[in-house]
């Protein structure tokens, strides 16, 4: 349990994932507040778009045309920031003005068919095939990469340029600098306790509940103490695992349960289809996959920006470029919120809400369900 009264004044929490320091000012939630909180215009969006470069059947900027695709589809992304024939030549040795050339593979992971979907719509069947595409990229793109980014950009605030439902995995020949810090990390704990570092923290959590925002039998959601975006989530697995392949077939359909009530929870939350960034972090691969790495638990990140509404999100600026990250609302409370939230998603509710009145009561009778019901 943390202090009281730290959840009042301004204080700084370590996070031992990354090895840096947080500054947490809860006091200031009490400002007032002058900026926008209005809810924006639904979106509507058709099951296809002619006009979309993902959605099956339709030609991409660069000329090649998708297949009628009809689940899960994965292509090289068109414009790659990573090209596996670069040269490998050109290491500089000036201690000043360093660089190293790199090599890699970037993808394009379409969820679904559907134009009209995210994560958080799809039923758990399709967010299981999801989980799948995801450990299918790990295990091919691991064998000759080092790491193996797989990450979801959703909306455009996090500079999505396209609404159909979408991710992305980007593999490289070298250890990136948030993986590098983690690996540190997770190593150093590995070392002093003899137990993997988010094991400790995931019981640690789980114990006090504070911070829980939902699990099940294999997977735990949590608002980390650590945590910098105001309503970021850190979900990993109850068991050692080291990367996405080494999930069983039941802690995979158990991933896409707990992947929809996260979802369904974030757009809830504002009534809003909810922007984030996510990726998923576990043990380097290429040259290190057959070597042990007991300290690597898998587990995915999930940094949304929004903060008071709809509209209103958390901006890294100032103090937090300069100097440290910094956030108001407590990871206690944030979770307490989205923990609160159901797990029916709005639009269903709205939809089913909407049948019920549009149903002239006189058409009724005491045999009959009305056409809105699900009898």
């Not at 349990?1 to 009490?30: C, K, Y």
């Not at 589809?73 to 050109?90: E, I, K, R, V």
């Not at 114990?207 to 105001?230: C, F, M, S």
């Not at 440290?324 to 269903?348: C, G, N, S, W």
């Amino acid at each position: 349990m943390i202090e009281a009264n730290w959840a009042d004044w301004p204080h700084r929490r370590f996070d031992l994932l990354q090895g840096r320091w947080i500054l947490v000012s809860p006091h200031r939630t009490r400002r007032p507040w002058l900026g926008q909180t209005e809810k924006p215009a639904p979106e509507q969006r058709p099951a296809y778009d002619p006009n979309c470069y993902l959605c099956p059947g339709n030609r991409r900027a660069s000329g090649q045309v998708n297949p009628a695709y009809t689940g899960t589809y994965a292509f090289t992304n068109d414009f790659a920031a990573l090209l596996p024939d670069a040269p490998q030549t050109g290491a500089t040795t000036d201690p000043l003005l360093r660089a190293a050339p790199v090599r890699g593979e970037c993808r394009v992971l379409c969820f679904s068919p559907r134009h009209d979907l995210t994560l958080a719509e799809m039923p758990v069947k399709g967010i299981a095939a999801v989980v799948e595409m995801w450990a299918d990229q790990v295990t091919d793109l691991g064998t000759c990469h080092r790491w193996v980014q797989v990450f979801e950009n959703k909306g455009a605030i996090m500079g999505c340029s396209n609404p159909h439902p979408h991710g992305q995995v980007w593999a490289g020949d070298f250890l990136p600098r948030e993986a590098a810090a983690e690996d540190e990390q997770q190593d150093w704990w590995y070392r002093t306790h003899g137990r993997p570092l988010l094991l400790d923290y995931a019981r640690r959590e789980l114990d006090a509940g504070e911070r829980v925002v939902t699990a099940n039998a294999h997977w735990l959601a949590v608002v980390p103490w650590w945590a910098v975006w105001p309503f970021e989530v850190l979900l990993m697995p109850l068991r050692p695992v080291g990367r996405l392949p080494e999930l069983t077939p039941v802690e995979r359909v158990a991933l896409a349960e707990i992947l929809q009530k996260l979802l369904v929870r974030y757009d809830n939350l504002f009534e809003v289809s909810f922007p984030y960034s996510m990726g998923w972090h576990g043990a380097p691969t290429g040259p290190d996959r057959d070597r042990p790495q007991p300290h690597w638990q898998l587990h995915a990140h999930f940094y949304p920006p929004l903060l008071r509404s709809a509209t209103v999100r958390k901006f890294m600026v100032g103090y937090e470029m300069l100097a440290e990250p910094q956030r108001d609302l407590t990871p206690e409370q944030a979770a307490a919120r989205l923990r609160a939230l159901p797990d029916v998603h709005y639009k269903r509710r709205q939809s089913e809400a909407g049948s019920v009145t549009a149903e002239p009561s006189g058409n009724r009778s005491n045999n009959q369900p009305s056409k809105g019901s699900n009898s």
